[in-house]
């Protein structure tokens, strides 16, 4: 009785302890639940949406979306531009200088009765087109005749309006030339377009360092050399006031150096 008895006590208390073994259950299962509740408010919100994404993609079916989700704040964002809604660009004020001058050259030609010379504002800027030498120059020659200087000396206050480049181009057209002073067509159309240069830097005061003179002869004709008309217009001198500042000395600027004329 007493072997019974004391195993009868031995497994009672046995049985009593083992509420301890629960209780150590429930606080490591306690424990681990808030360690999931710390984990999930450490969560990145995106790389949550995007798993919950993949796992409801998995459990539908449906596609498995790569990357982040649209509404993500790290997506990429595309903006299209709005049909009419496209900002205007204001003229410059290079633009509204040119527009100026070829204005107020127009009219001086108009007032002189030059009806061959023309004015066109293009992207390369204002081109004063000279045609038909007869008016300007004698045949096979380089010297301006004196209505041609009256009227660049009405010119002349326009072009120094502008503080750009100003390229003089001569051509000429392709009928054989005769003339001993100038053997080819290059010759004569770079002697007048250097004494176009001259006259209206020596004698109009037009800035030397915005100047240029540029030869062509007869191999850019503006009109087709096929007949006496055409033949006429492409015997002219062109004056471009450019949009572009003049090369000048260390990137534009008058010749202000101690230099001395070169033999």
Known sequence: MDDLHGGHGVESSGNSERWLLTYSDMITLLMVFFIILYAISKTDSTKYQAIAASLRAALTGQPIQRGLPENSANALVSVAPVPGQIPKIAPSASDALIARMAAEIAAILRSEGQNQTTV?????????????????????????????????????????????????EGFTNNLPLHSAIYPTAWELSSARAVNVLRFLTEECGVPPHQMEADAFGQWHPSYPNDSAQNLALNRSVHIVVTRQPPLGLNGGGPDTGPWTNAE
Not at 132 to 144: C, E, I, K, M, R
Not at 153 to 161: H, W
Request: aromatic share 8%.
């Open 120 to 168: 066109h504002v293009g992207s390369a800027g204002l081109d004063i087109a000279f045609q038909g030498n007869d008016v300007y120059f004698a045949s096979a020659s380089a010297a301006l005749k004196p209505e041609f200087q009256r009227l660049l000396r009405q010119i002349a206050p326009v072009l120094q309006q502008s503080p750009n480049e100003i390229r003089v």
